[in-house]
């Protein structure tokens, strides 16, 4: 099952690796993702991924996020099936208790 494959971490544990800069990509719709978003996130809606995903390094951890887990899921599928090294955060901006920017 494929879905086991896609490993997941708490928004904590996002805050703790971002001393590390990781990146941070944020799948909600662009005016979503306005409404504030993680300071270091990258807006890469879910709807324009596989468009956007190409040129990127697979091999590096990415860090998904949306609103509440279900779209950074779905995208977490999409990219683990092509390959890249994904994380998922559970619990997405509903869940996040950090600094964020608008």
């Known amino acids: 099952m494929l879905f086991s494959k896609v490993k997941s971490v708490t928004t904590n544990e996002l805050q703790d690796e971002l001393k590390h800069n ?11 993702y306005k409404t504030g978003h993680i ?19 697979k091999h590096q951890p990415w860090y998904l996020i949306c609103r509440s887990g279900a779209q950074s899921i779905r995208a977490a599928k999409l990219l683990a099936k092509a390959g890249y090294n994904v994380i998922n955060v559970k619990g997405g901006m509903n869940a996040w208790n950090g600094p964020v920017r608008r």
């Open 22 to 32: 990781p990146t941070v990509i944020d799948v909600r719709e662009d005016f979503e």
């Open 39 to 57: 300071p270091s996130a990258v807006n890469m809606p879910l709807s324009k991924l596989a468009q956007q995903i190409s040129a990127q390094a």
